[in-house]
């Protein structure tokens, strides 16, 4: 299955405003955060089998998939057309199936070759933006979250439209 | 591809609290919104040759899965088992597929079906939680989205832990 299968899975979902926990609070620091504005919440988990040549593919998915608002009701464009911010979520539990009442994980990729996929994803992902003009001109950006942290968040928005991905 | 393919499409997230819009502001009254405090957001989707026969299915799984965690860290159980509220979010765009840079909803159920589903799924959903003494004995409720609205709503997480059922 890890052969033919996808390599990653991906929920998207739109918001207006968004705030992810980068750093939980220590004894010597308070937690930290990141956030953005209108834009794109990507969750992301990598598959076993998933390599290096995928992330181009699931960055250009992602970035030029219409799924952005501009006006209310009206066609939608790209987040980069948009343009918005981009929240990439680390969320290995993305590749679950559930067997009874338990989940199981056995699809996910080991935990060392997808932080190495998930670190190049998210440079990949900011390097599309930046090389986007109108993202650069209205200062949008890519957030990400700590991979292997837990996802501490909250988001408001008019409407997720929710869309998977398994590419 | 309907006949052999998932019936439904469906994405949970554990959250701290949600609320959700069921009623936009018009004219003559203010919008009207639902609440939920710790507990499971169910995005629902019905797809092609999607029948009343699958829903006891769908229920079973989402509320009977251990994905709740009841200490921080510890390991999870169902969502009655919690006991935690539910807040299902009607998500025609989940059955959507990406082509090229747009998406096709061709594997969605007619909307007429979709509501009927919908509103059955609602119910039995609803009934599940009601028989659960747990649940009850703690005040558990089910709320759940206006079919066919925009979803406005915001969440707060201490960690989405997002899973996909395909049922």
Chains 1, 2 share one sequence.
Do not use: W
């Not at 949008?140 to 997720?160: A, I, L, M, S, W």
């Amino acid at each position: 299955m890890a052969d033919s299968g996808p390599k990653s899975r991906i929920i998207l979902q739109q918001c207006l405003s968004a705030r992810l926990q980068t750093q939980p609070k220590t004894v010597n620091s308070e937690a930290k955060f990141v956030e953005i504005g209108p834009g794109l919440i990507v969750y992301v988990c990598f598959l076993k089998g998933a390599t290096e040549d995928i992330l181009d593919k699931i960055v250009k998915s992602i970035t030029t998939a219409k799924l952005s608002e501009i006006e209310e009701d009206g066609k939608r464009v790209s987040v980069l057309d948009q343009p918005g911010d981009i929240l990439i979520i680390p969320q290995a539990t993305l590749g679950g199936v559930l067997k009874g009442k338990v989940m199981q994980y056995h699809r996910n990729i080991d935990k060392e070759t997808g932080l190495k996929l998930y670190s190049k994803f998210v440079e990949l992902c900011g390097s599309f933006v930046m090389d986007n003009s109108k993202s650069k001109e209205c200062d949008k950006t890519v957030k990400f979250g700590t991979y292997g942290n837990r996802q501490v968040f909250n988001c408001v928005t008019n409407g997720p439209y929710s869309h998977v991905l398994e590419i």
